[in-house]
């Protein structure tokens, strides 16, 4: 599993962004793929995973109501939609596959390297 970030940027509160995460090795459809994010000076913090084919997700319950991952399999490819861009938003946003042991995963094993959001009011 080799995870890739895209899609941070710049952004006005109220806007909306969508990040891709996409993995360059052969196994990504057999992953639970979850979103974390970090601000500077701050902890990392669980966004939201989905379940390896799709048909299951589990948000934290600040995001609820403002964020979306799904995936494609056929595309390695998972994605984080968010709404309502907040300034408090602001931070380097991760994607990360965790095991299919328990749902939602304790583990992740593999994480990408990280975009950057930055929110501005």
């Known amino acids: 599993v080799q995870l890739q970030a895209s899609g941070g940027g710049q952004v006005q509160a109220g806007g909306s962004l969508r990040l891709s995460c996409v993995d360059s090795g052969r196994t990504f459809s057999t992953w639970n793929m979850a979103w974390f994010r970090q601000a500077a000076g701050k902890e990392r913090e669980f966004i939201g995973v989905i379940s390896w084919a799709g048909r299951n997700t589990h948000y934290a319950d600040f995001m609820k109501g403002r964020v979306s991952i799904n995936r494609d399999n056929g595309k390695n490819t998972v994605y984080l939609q968010i709404n309502n861009l907040k300034p408090e938003d602001t931070g380097t946003y991760y994607c990360?596959?965790?095991?299919?042991?328990?749902?939602?995963?304790?583990?992740?094993?593999?994480w990408g390297q990280g975009t950057q959001v930055t929110v501005s009011s």
């Open positions: 990360a596959a965790g095991d299919l042991n328990t749902w939602p995963p304790h583990q992740y094993d593999y």
